[in-house]
């Protein structure tokens, strides 16, 4: 592994603290994991909240729990779910590619929704 890659920690840390920030809406904190290169391309406030808002558009509770299912040095899969009184359980997610940025990983690509 080079000596700028990120760990699978850093990659697991920064994917679950991520995604418990989408979960609670706390988009700044959110915002806070994303890379520069991220942001300039994703400069609007509202886009993640829009994205998340998309993906759990047919809920109809907030998420409910918040969970790593899978990390490597490069890319880690959060599930988020939540118990809708129509559907049961609900399940979504994001995928989120880490890459060291100034020293501290950052995330460079979200993939939103179950796989």
């Known amino acids: ?15 679950l603290a991520f995604a418990e920030a989408l979960a ?6 959110a915002r806070s994991f994303l890379s520069a290169e991220f942001l300039d391309d994703n400069d609007e406030p509202a886009d993640l909240e829009r ?5 759990t558009s047919y809920w109809d ?5 918040v969970k790593l299912t899978s990390a490597d040095s490069e890319w880690a ?8 009184a129509s559907y049961g359980c609900v399940l979504e997610g994001v995928a989120v590619q880490v890459e060291m940025e100034a ?13």
């Not at 592994?1 to 994917?15: S, Y």
């Not at 994205?51 to 993906?55: G, L």
């Not at 020293?103 to 796989?115: A, S």
């Open 61 to 65: 509770k907030p998420a409910e729990s």
């Open 103 to 115: 020293g501290q990983p950052k995330i460079t690509r979200v993939v939103w929704g179950r796989p």
């Open 1 to 15: 592994m080079p000596p700028d890659a990120p760990t699978e920690n850093d990659v697991a840390r920064v994917a």
């Open 51 to 55: 994205e998340y808002d998309q993906m």
């Open 24 to 29: 609670r809406r706390d988009w700044d904190t």
């Open 77 to 84: 899969f959060v599930a988020i779910d939540s118990t809708s």
